[in-house]
Nanobody
Framework: QLQLVESGGGLVQPGGSLRLSCAAS????????IGWFRQAPGKEREGVSC????????YYADSVKGRFTISRDNAKNTVYLQMNNLKPEDTAVYFC????????????????????WGQGTQVTVSS
């Protein structure tokens, strides 16, 4: 059974860092595009950062460029989201998702393109 499990969330002060992990079971992540999405209270879910299968092209939302880095460790079947210089507006539930079919770059981080979702991990940035 295909499953994604996020971990690494928590409470951090502004300016701090967290590394989120998305571990896959039941399938090989290397053959999938993987995205990190987030949903803050009262807001719609949005794409944060995504990495495409085959060529590892990446996408970052403007709000996280220069602060977040997505990476994958195929040996561990895990994708990471390194988050630095966190801000209160980064507070949200973070989800990872997977897509098997190839996707054009312009649609890489659209929610509708992803088929499999994890349960999410809470990130709270507060002093």
């Amino acid at each position: 059974q295909l499953q994604l499990v996020e971990s690494g969330g928590g409470l951090v002060q502004p300016g701090g860092s967290l590394r989120l992990s998305c571990a896959a079971s039941g399938f090989t992540l290397d053959y999938y595009s993987i995205g990190w999405f987030r949903q803050a209270p009262g807001k719609e879910r949005e794409g944060v950062s995504c990495i495409r299968r085959s060529d590892a092209s990446t996408y970052y939302a403007d709000s996280v460029k220069g602060r977040f880095t997505i990476s994958r460790d195929n040996a561990k079947n895990t994708v990471y989201l390194q988050m630095n210089n966190l801000k209160p507006e980064d507070t949200a539930v973070y989800f990872c998702a997977a897509r098997r079919l190839w996707v054009v770059a312009g649609r890489l981080c659209l929610i509708a393109e992803y088929d499999y979702w994890g349960q999410g991990t809470q990130v709270t940035v507060s002093s």
